[in-house]
């Protein structure tokens, strides 16, 4: 079982960025795709972006596609989340996600961090 811990997040002004990342402990990163996925209040959890074990496969909602870029070091057992051209939409607790196969449903994966919050606010 992998143990999952998110960091990185915080207040931002429109415009700016962030990048999150997503520590495992437990059992090697290397072994599971991970995804991000995100909920502000009063809404559904939604899919942000994964990343195959490999890093050779990389998926993208449109609402984040050109700014947001998600990457794997598993050598550091960590995934990012680089966040760009932040919008207020964008707030929302942030969540990573290990699963065994790729994929854009949070049904898909089963060891989820605690998340971090992200707020963009002038």
């Known amino acids: 079982q992998v143990q999952l811990v998110e960091s990185g997040g915080g207040l931002v002004q429109p415009g700016g960025s962030l990048r999150l990342s997503c520590a495992a402990s437990?059992?090697?990163?290397?072994?599971?795709?991970v995804g991000w996925f995100r909920q502000a209040p009063g809404k559904e959890r939604e899919f942000v972006s994964a990343?195959?074990?490999?890093?050779?496969?990389?998926y993208y909602a449109d609402s984040v596609k050109g700014r947001f870029t998600i990457s794997r070091d598993n050598a550091k057992n960590t995934v990012y989340l680089q966040m760009n051209s932040l919008k207020p939409e964008d707030t929302a607790v942030y969540y990573c996600?290990?699963?065994?196969?790729?994929?854009?449903?949070?049904?898909?994966?089963?060891?989820w961090g605690q998340g971090t919050q992200v707020t963009v606010s002038s």
């Open positions: 437990g059992r090697t990163l290397s072994s599971y795709a």
């Open positions: 990343v195959s074990r490999s890093g050779g496969s990389i």
């Open positions: 996600a290990g699963s065994r196969v790729s994929g854009s449903s949070r049904y898909d994966y089963d060891y």
